[in-house]
């Protein structure tokens, strides 16, 4: 189900990468090291994961490539690390990681909910078996208000991360 149109109400600030780097460490108790990647589009292996305000408006949209999306998950859930790279051989998340991801984009929505902004929510988690819809994946794509960071996460490895604004 795709969230809907969005207005101009629905206009989210892009954040910051220290507010993004923060959530996510103290969500996971592990320290976490962001560098410049390339822009990532939503494609059928990745997650794409759309925030959207109280009118359902997509505001954002944050994609993790799958061994983001598997190392995050391991470390939410104190997972081994060989379990973790074995979903990622698998090209799959299994039930646990899928859980503790979802969880942790759950969080990273508070980097949108600054003052003089429109609440968000995740809306949804897509992906990696999951049609991403492609009104997400067309926002993914675009170019402009965007970050788009390597994500080293201490004891797991490194994924991708890729956030958009409208």
Do not use: W
């Not at 795709?2 to 592990?30: F, K, M, Q, W």
């Not at 490539?65 to 391991?74: H, M, P, Q, T």
């Amino acid at each position: 189900m795709s969230a809907g149109l969005n207005t101009p109400l629905d206009a989210s600030p892009l954040p910051s990468r220290l507010s993004v780097r923060t959530l996510i460490e103290d969500l996971i108790g592990r320290s976490v090291d962001l560098q410049d990647a390339p822009p990532m589009p939503a494609k059928p292996t990745n997650v794409a994961a759309p925030y959207v305000t109280d009118r359902l408006g997509i505001a954002a949209v944050a994609v993790v490539n799958l061994e983001g999306a598997a190392r995050l998950g391991g470390a939410l859930g104190m997972l081994p690390k060989g379990g973790v790279e074995d979903a990622i051989a698998d090209k799959d998340l299994f039930e646990m990681l899928h859980s503790c991801c979802y969880e942790v984009l759950n969080v990273l929505a508070a980097a949108f909910n600054v003052p003089n902004a429109p609440h968000v929510r995740l809306y949804e988690m897509y992906g990696p078996k999951t049609p991403i819809p492609p009104d997400v994946a067309a926002l993914a794509g675009t170019i402009g208000q965007r970050l788009d960071v390597k994500l080293s996460i201490s004891g797991y490895g490194d994924g991708l991360l890729s956030i958009v604004v409208r």
